[in-house]
C-alpha cells in the first residue's frame, strides 16, 4: 500500500507539472504541439482518476472482507459482536480491542471449541468408516460379478456329482441284488448237481450189484 501511495503521489505531481506546462504555453500563441500537450494532460488525469478509483473500490471491498471475516472469527469465539460493534473496534486504536472482547467469554468460548473439535473428530471417523465400508461393498459386488460364472459352474458340477452318485449307488444296489441272485441260483445248480451224481453212482452201484 505505501508503494501504490508513493506512486500516485509521484503521478499526480508529475500531472501537476504538466498541467502548469500546458498553463504556460497556453499564455503563449498556440501551435499543434500544444493541443496535443492539453489533449494529453486530459487523457492522463482521467486515467488517472479511473486507476485511482478502481484502487480506492479495491480496497474498500478489502476492508469489507476482513471487516466479515473478523467479525465471524469473533462470533465463533463467542464474542457477542455486531456490525457496529466491529466498525468500532475497527476505528479504535487499541491495539488490545479484539483481545478484550474474545476474553470475556473465554471460558464459553474454550468449552465450545472443545465439543467442536470432538464432534468434528466424530464426524471424521465416521466418514471414513463409511468410506471403508463403501470401498468394501464395491469390492465384493465386483468380485461377485466377475466369478458369477464359476460360481454357477461349481453349481452346475456339485449337481452333476450328485446325479452320478444318486446313480452310483442305484447301480451298486442293482449289483448286490443280482450277486444275491446268482449265488442261489450256484446253490440251486450245486443241490441238482449233487442228486445227480448221487443218482448216477447209486445207479452204478446197483447195475455192479447186479452184475
Not at 77 to 102: Q, W
Not at 104 to 114: D, G, N, R, V
Not at 122 to 137: A, G
Request: net charge positive; with cysteine.
Amino acid at each position: 500500500m505505501r508503494n501504490v501511495k508513493n506512486l500516485s503521489l509521484r503521478v499526480g505531481k508529475e500531472l501537476k507539472a504538466l498541467e502548469e506546462s500546458a498553463k504556460t504555453d497556453h499564455l503563449l500563441p498556440s501551435t499543434g504541439i500544444d493541443r496535443i500537450k492539453a489533449y494529453q494532460h486530459s487523457a492522463l488525469l482521467k486515467k488517472f482518476q479511473t486507476v485511482m478509483k478502481d484502487y480506492n473500490r479495491s480496497q474498500l471491498e478489502y476492508r469489507d472482507k476482513c471487516k466479515s471475516r473478523i467479525k465471524l472469527q469473533l462470533q465463533v469465539a463467542g464474542a457477542d459482536v455486531n456490525d457496529e460493534k466491529v466498525e468500532d473496534m475497527l476505528e479504535s486504536t487499541n491495539p488490545c480491542v479484539f483481545t478484550d472482547a474474545v476474553l470475556e467469554q473465554t471460558t464459553a468460548a474454550k468449552k465450545s471449541l472443545i465439543e467442536i473439535e470432538a464432534r468434528h473428530a466424530d464426524i471424521i471417523k465416521l466418514e471414513k468408516s463409511i468410506e471403508e465400508m463403501r470401498e468394501m461393498f464395491a469390492q465384493i459386488a465386483l468380485l461377485v460379478d466377475q466369478q458369477g460364472d464359476l460360481i454357477d459352474n461349481i453349481e452346475h458340477n456339485v449337481g452333476m456329482a450328485v446325479d452320478r452318485v444318486e446313480a452310483a449307488k442305484a447301480s451298486v444296489e442293482k449289483a448286490v441284488k443280482t450277486q444275491k441272485s446268482a449265488r442261489k441260483k450256484k446253490i440251486i445248480c450245486y443241490i441238482i448237481l449233487g442228486v445227480l451224481i448221487l443218482i448216477l453212482i447209486t445207479t452204478v452201484a446197483s447195475l455192479l450189484g447186479l452184475t
